[in-house]
């Protein structure tokens, strides 16, 4: 179950949300949604699931276009809206029951499938409990339940672990990954490590464009700035920046040193390379040869954090 | 378009049910009603010792221009409010079928509202002889009339996520369809006729008379019609 992105924009009055953004999400893959707050995740979002249409530009899942067969789209979706709206005063197994029905499930199969989400989701403790009395954690199992109750090809899940706290993070990420296994996935987030730890593939937003897309790996590589090492050697008595620096300095690639701290023989230097080339082999052999003692050798690696803030300041 | 399904109609409306009769907020409201038209019955009763249910066809028109706005104001407003029309509105369900289903729900309330003045006959029934054609065109009537008022609730709560706003919109449209066949006075001659066709009373008490006239039922039928499907256009119009 695949969906297909084109061109989609969506103005409110004049200013668009989303500019032109066109993206694919293979069948089975999760697909993790990032960008600061406004950039236009949850629009998109909204558009996918049929909720609104966009100004320009189409949506097919799976080879249907959610304009022209809304109804048929929307059968296939599980959706999580942001902030998890939920009824407060009926209990969970009455609400899931209700959201089996508007799926079109009925008899028996609307009992089954409650019964597996309940099941999955660990909802058994509270299944007879009205929602506005559970905790927050409890209400977005309740939300995931209810998202998945038709067993859907595709999953929308919109902030699903916003505002929970550390624990049920890990449990709700969970979940997502055990439960959307076969699924095609798209979860928006703005946690970066949560992207780390469940997507396959992100997707950046920043101000309704595109700015980056691919593996997290992929992008923290392709957003990879000059190599920078961090050396911490034991040399012995005598002027670091005079005896030590140039040599360092002479190793290939290499296009800058400093000297960070300089204490009593042992010296501190940043050591910064062309992109692309590690050069951490080529000053373990140097220190060899000069006789030099390794204490620490770190080389920095771009964090997602670093792509992410680089692409959505400006 | 397909042919029009309406089978997500049945859990939208007992979900609607549910809600009104597992809060107190159906039985506060049935109490009242009851406490306003019973006391004026019995007034009508022992003191004018007049047996006649006319004064409960008299009232209720009346009573239903607060008490239906009241009873449908948060039917679409708390679900914007809270955000769960956009989680049903993305399951597969047509936005008709959400506004037919908490018609009906509504619609029930009402009907279960009115049911207990039946009481009221069966007294008059044990004291004399009523004629029945017109009481059970009167509860016809009511029944109408409290369509309409809640097709235009449902619309008013619609516009809204304020359930107070929601409540004033209906009350205001309301009454001006109640008032509209009280005011010919004001209203000059040419299109007097029209405003008078507009009045709701005018046709509810034409059909409280016992006379069941295709007009009126026209009349009903196609004002609560326009009403719902104002109320489905508004609810499409976050697609505009």
């Known amino acids: 179950m695949s969906i297909a992105v084109r061109n989609l924009v969506k103005k409110y009055g004049d200013t668009p949300a989303i500019n032109d953004i066109s993206f694919d999400v ?12 406004g950039a236009g995740k949850t629009t998109t979002m909204k558009i996918i699931t049929c909720y609104m249409p966009p100004s320009s530009g189409s949506v097919e899942v799976d080879g249907m276009n959610t304009a022209e067969q809304s109804l048929e789209v929307r059968r296939k979706i599980g959706y999580l809206p942001e902030m998890n709206p939920l009824y407060l005063d009926m209990n969970v197994i009455d609400y899931l029951e209700y959201s089996a029905q508007l799926h079109g499930l009925r008899g028996g199969a609307v009992q089954h499938r409650i019964k597996e989400m309940v099941h999955d989701c660990g909802l058994e403790d509270v299944r007879h409990k009205d929602i506005g009395e559970m905790s927050k954690g409890y209400r977005q199992r309740v939300g995931l339940a209810q998202s998945m109750i038709h067993d859907p090809e595709v999953l929308i899940l919109d902030e699903p672990t916003s505002g929970l706290d550390p624990n049920q993070i890990a449990e709700i990420r969970a979940l997502i990954k055990q439960l959307g296994r076969a699924k095609t996935v798209v979860l928006s987030t703005h946690i970066l490590s949560e992207v780390q730890a469940t997507c396959d593939r992100v997707l950046i937003i920043h101000e309704g464009k595109i700015v980056a897309n691919g593996s997290p790996a992929q992008l923290q590589q392709e957003f990879q700035g000059a190599d920078t090492i961090t050396v911490e050697l034991k040399t012995g008595p005598g002027d670091p920046l005079t005896l030590i620096a140039p040599k360092l300095k002479a190793v290939a690639y290499v296009s800058g040193v400093s000297l960070l ?10 050591i910064h390379a062309d992109k692309g080339n590690d050069i951490r082999e080529a000053l373990f052999r140097i220190a060899v040869s000069e006789g030099w003692i390794v204490l620490e050798m770190h080389r920095r690696v771009t964090t997602l954090e670093e792509v992410f803030h680089k692409l959505t300041t400006a | 378009m397909a042919a029009l399904s309406l089978s997500n109609v049945g859990p939208i409306y ?18 009242v009603f009851l406490a306003i038209v019973g006391w004026y019955f019995s007034n009508n009763l022992f003191l004018m010792n007049t047996a006649s249910m006319r004064i409960v066809f008299e009232l209720v028109p009346l009573v239903f221009l ?27 369900v047509r936005d008709v079928e959400i506004v037919l289903g908490k018609f009906l729900a509504a619609w029930t309330l009402l009907a279960a509202t009115l049911a207990p003045t039946l009481i009221y006959l069966v007294t008059l029934m044990m004291l004399g002889n009523p004629d029945l054609g017109p009481v059970v065109a009167g509860y016809l009537g009511l029944m109408l009339t409290g369509g309409v008022y809640i097709a235009i609730g449902i619309f008013a709560s619609s516009l809204t996520e304020n359930q107070i706003v929601a409540f004033l919109i209906a009350l205001v449209i309301v009454l001006a369809f109640f008032l509209a066949d009280k005011v010919l006075m004001y209203v000059p001659g040419v299109i007097a006729p029209t405003v008078e066709y507009l009045g709701i009373d005018y046709h509810f008490s034409s059909i409280a008379r016992g006379v069941i006239d295709s007009r009126d039922v026209i009349y009903f039928g196609s004002v609560l019609g326009f009403a719902l499907l104002m109320a489905t256009a508004s609810l499409e119009r976050r697609k505009w």
């Open chain 2, 14 to 31: 007992r979900r609607e049910i549910r809600s009104y009769f597992n809060s107190p907020v159906a039985y506060v409201v049935i109490v």
């Open chain 1, 261 to 270: 701290a300089h204490d009593d023989g042992h010296s501190t230097f940043e």
């Open chain 2, 66 to 92: 607060f008490f239906v706005p009241a009873v449908t104001m948060r039917l679409l407003a708390e679900e914007k409010k809270s955000g769960t029309l956009e989680l049903l509105t993305t399951k597969p």
């Open chain 1, 26 to 37: 293979k069948t089975g893959e999760i697909l993790g949604f990032l960008g600061p707050n």
